[in-house]
């Protein structure tokens, strides 16, 4: 996913300074308002990442509302190939 764009997740991997690489898998759920998710994004001036589901709308919420979201991390060690990606989303999302 890309800065304001709506996907059902988002992945952010690097390589630290052995070579060695690891990965952010940021998952939203289907049973969440506005799913797929708009994403904040960035890489400068410093890395970040957030489930935006406002980023391009504003949502009220009455005082005596509840809003309950779900959202998945997963920190992987090493790079997660497409398939990985995929199966992992699955099990959350099909949750």
Known sequence: AIMGERAAGCL??????TGARS???????????????????RIQPFACVSFA?????EYDLAADETLA????ILFCDGALDQDEIEILAERWQGS
Do not use: I, K
């Not at 990965?23 to 994004?41: E, I, K, V, Y």
């Not at 589901?53 to 709308?57: A, K, S, V, Y």
């Not at 979201?69 to 998945?72: C, K, L, W």
């Open 12 to 17: 952010f991997g690097r390589h630290d300074g």
């Open 23 to 41: 990965t952010l898998l940021f998952l939203d759920h289907p049973s969440n308002l506005r799913f797929p998710n708009q994403w904040f994004m």
């Open 53 to 57: 589901f406002m980023f391009g709308e």
């Open 69 to 72: 979201m779900r959202y998945r």
